[in-house]
């Protein structure tokens, strides 16, 4: 059974910064690409930024050029760094699959990590 355990999140300031972490239990996580999901209040979950097994990257425009994923194969972790934070990037961060993880009819997901951002 496949777990995502998401942490780093908190409390920063419009302009400051934040690294997330994400451990990725019972996959053959080498072979997956790996995303980094959120979800505001109110609106649906989105990808806002991907990387492949082999380490191609993607990202929504709204994010580019002050959020950076990563990934360490031999930790089974994914990173999400991010900088000049917005108060429109408050939101629940998950990690997931890309596409998400599916099993027993549902996909898996994660607690999720809050990310607040004050104006």
């Known amino acids: 059974q496949v777990q995502l355990v998401e942490s780093g999140g908190g409390l920063v300031q419009s302009g400051g910064s934040l690294k997330l972490s994400c451990v990725v239990s019972g996959s053959t996580f080498s072979n997956n690409d790996m995303g980094w999901y959120r979800q505001a209040p109110g609106k649906l979950r989105e990808l806002v930024a991907g990387?492949?097994?082999?380490?191609?990257?993607k990202y929504v425009d709204s994010v580019k050029g002050r959020i950076t994923i990563s990934r360490d194969n031999a930790k089974k972790t994914v990173y999400l760094q991010m900088d000049s934070l917005k108060p429109e990037d408050t939101a629940v961060y998950y990690c997931n699959a890309d596409p998400p993880y599916y099993s027993g009819g549902s996909f898996v997901w994660g607690q999720g990590t809050q990310v607040t951002v004050s104006s």
């Open positions: 990387i492949s097994s082999s380490g191609s990257t």
